[in-house]
């Protein structure tokens, strides 16, 4: 059980500096994911934490500790890598016990505790197996095996699950959320797959370029992202960014053959004129009859994807193209005209200039 | 079809290019001289043991042999004490000195040894250490330890940095992960760099050959048979020549055994 305190994090390469003052607390038990493109700074100060990397400037504190000059080897942390990382000469069972082997725990203690590990991660019947005869689900689950059997103040994963196809980095990422739903140790998560960090992370920190781009749950970042780049970032389909001006009235958005009222709480947050990037969701462009008493845009289907439950279409306002995602049941035929509302609930603002969003409205107040 | 009857056709003629001289001389160290010298070679003959005997008998082939095992021995072991540890801190600790390093120790192998003899010669004279197996230790310590060196690098290049990480956290201190970690996985590319460096000092014989007169080494002695007299002693000569190729052999044998058995108990 442990807190994180992470103040000014600064990480120097040379004259390179891959990480920017990063800070971030870390509650007990807290699941947090840093997401982010490769390169953004993720890794660096997730080994940073471990211990791995030097801490160029700024403070780590565990449970209030200050750590900067603590050796890995004395921080009490678990990790999980991205290529397993097991001992090669050692059978899935050794690795397990490996770190409970340094604390002179006596046998039979080791191995009730190697068996009870096993038994939880479906491992038992590979145990006397060595890491190159095992698949990569088994490597993983072995490697995650050998973090937790020492009950570690905290669990550290460095993209797990990235070198695994798709159905087993699915079932995995199910057995990450069990284990710390059952264990409810302090766990920091690296990943660039933005799926992975809304099902796990109890608050994702979206990084960019060694910056903290947003902190927040995943609803937060995904309803509010506080930054054009969070936007793009978060949700499949990508939402909708629209280049667009405030009218003279100060209450509209105008762009090509597109004009759309803006909520007087968020007309409130820009003056008239001002270039702006309207972001909204697929998902919040609805068909006109199913949000009454909003404006009508006419608009032609362009192409529609059935995706299952859900089509996504894409759809012509003027000269604008916008993607809606709406019921499989309410997709209209390609080339058709229809008319789509904007959910008012859905628009989100950003300063076009610094891409920072324009803080009005209630989801924004939220973050 | 044809291109692997070809193909096998290649081996067997490499093979026995490579195989006959040898199998040549182990027959000929039991021939008798008259078997030896005869104009049509014989196959079957009266195998005698005489020709290792009288080797084995002579006072400068023991001597040779115990000053051999001795310098090798002596100098293969500080080359791995000091040359292993070396590699695996240039591969994780100082790997911005790793190129130089490698240039240097390679460049230790450049100069002709017998120019590095001579400088020898004078300096172990001065420190009065000349013909001394201590003289010849130090010198082959040289090649040892920089040839361990050289191949220990690639060895350790090979174990991921992150199996080390995960040992580091699990709480083992740098040298635990060394010797638990690190070691283990190299072992077997460590292996064939101590097996090169082995067979290289075994064979050494130009700077025995220069820097003994007493104390001189294997290769030195079978060097000497071929200009004992008037009537070469074939019989002698090969025997002596089975016999110095024998110990790379048998080493071969006992690390391939040790490698077995070390991969069967850390299972």
Redesign the interface.
């Known amino acids: 059980m442990a807190t994180i305190d992470i103040e000014k994090f600064v990480k120097q390469y040379g004259p390179v500096r891959a990480l920017h003052e990063v800070d971030l607390h870390i509650a007990d038990g807290e699941f947090v994911v840093l997401l982010g493109p490769s390169g953004c700074g993720k890794s660096t100060m997730l080994r940073m934490i471990a211990g791995l990397e030097e801490i160029s400037g700024g403070v780590l504190r565990i449970n209030g500790k200050p750590m900067n000059a603590v050796p890995a080897r004395d921080r009490d942390i678990a990790m999980v890598f991205q290529n397993y990382a097991l001992y090669p000469h050692m059978t899935a069972y050794d690795n397990i016990a490996f770190g409970l082997r340094r604390l002179k725990v006596p046998k039979p203690e080791i191995d009730r505790r190697v068996r009870q590990t096993a038994e939880l991660l479906a491992l038992t019947a590979y145990l006397d197996r060595k890491p190159r005869q095992l698949s990569g689900g088994q490597q993983q689950r072995v490697a995650m095996g050998r973090a937790m059997i020492k009950t570690p103040q905290v669990f550290l994963f460095d993209e797990p699950l990235s070198n695994l196809d798709a159905t087993l980095r699915d079932q995995l990422r199910v057995e990450v959320k069990k284990l710390h739903m059952l264990l409810r140790t302090t766990t920091v998560f690296v990943t660039h797959d933005q799926l992975e960090a809304m099902t796990l992370a109890d608050k994702i920190v979206v990084m960019r370029d060694g910056h903290v781009e947003q902190i927040g749950t995943p609803r937060e970042v995904y309803y509010a992202p506080a930054s054009l780049f969070v936007a793009r970032f978060i949700g499949t389909p990508a939402m909708n960014l629209l280049p667009m001006q405030v009218a003279p009235d100060g209450a509209r958005l105008v762009a090509d053959g597109l004009s759309i009222v803006l909520d007087p709480e968020q007309a409130a947050g820009v003056q008239a004129g001002q270039v702006v990037t309207l972001g909204i969701r697929p998902k919040d462009l609805r068909l006109a009859h199913l949000q009454p008493g909003a404006e009508r845009h006419a608009a032609t289907v362009m192409l529609s994807e059935m995706m299952g439950a859900e089509t996504l279409m894409q759809v012509r306002v003027g000269a604008t193209e916008l993607l809606m995602l709406v019921d499989d049941r309410d997709t209209a035929a390609t080339g058709s005209m229809i008319e789509i509302a904007f959910a008012p609930e859905g628009l989100r603002l950003f300063d076009a200039a610094s891409g920072k969003a324009i803080v009005a409205g209630r989801a924004s107040r939220a973050a | 079809m044809m291109r692997r009857l070809g193909g096998v056709i290649t081996v067997v003629v490499l093979l026995f290019a490579t195989l006959f001289p040898v199998l040549w001389t182990l027959l000929s160290s039991f021939k008798t001289l008259k078997d030896i010298v005869t104009p049509v070679p014989t196959l079957l003959f009266q195998p005698t043991w005489q020709n290792y005997a009288d080797v084995l008998a002579t006072p400068s082939v023991q001597h040779g042999l115990a000053n051999s095992a001795i310098v090798v021995g002596c100098s293969l072991g500080i080359g791995m004490l000091l040359g292993v540890p070396a590699a695996y801190a240039l591969v994780r600790h100082a790997p911005h000195l790793k190129s130089d390093v490698l240039f240097y120790v390679l460049s230790l192998r450049f100069m002709p040894p017998v120019a590095i003899a001579i400088p020898f010669i004078v300096i172990y004279s001065d420190l009065g250490i000349n013909d001394t197996r201590f003289s010849l230790i130090l010198t082959y310590c040289l090649t040892t330890i920089s040839t361990i060196i050289w191949l220990g690098v690639p060895a350790f290049e090979q174990v ?1 940095r ?2 080390e ?9 740098q040298f ?1 992960v060394f010797q638990k ?1 690190a070691l ?2 190299a072992i077997p590319s460590l292996i064939g760099a101590i097996l090169f460096t082995f067979v290289i000092v075994w064979n050494e014989l130009l700077i025995a050959l220069s820097l003994t007169s007493q104390n001189f080494t294997l290769p030195v002695v079978a060097a000497s048979f071929t200009t004992m007299g008037m009537e070469v002693p074939w019989g002698i000569i090969n025997a002596s020549t089975i016999l110095l190729a024998l110990p790379p052999f048998l080493f071969i044998g006992v690390i391939m055994r040790f490698l077995n058995r070390f ?1 069967r108990a ?2």
């Open positions: 991921p992150e199996i990480e995960a040992a580091t956290l699990e709480g083992y201190t635990q970690v283990p996985v991969f850390t299972h």
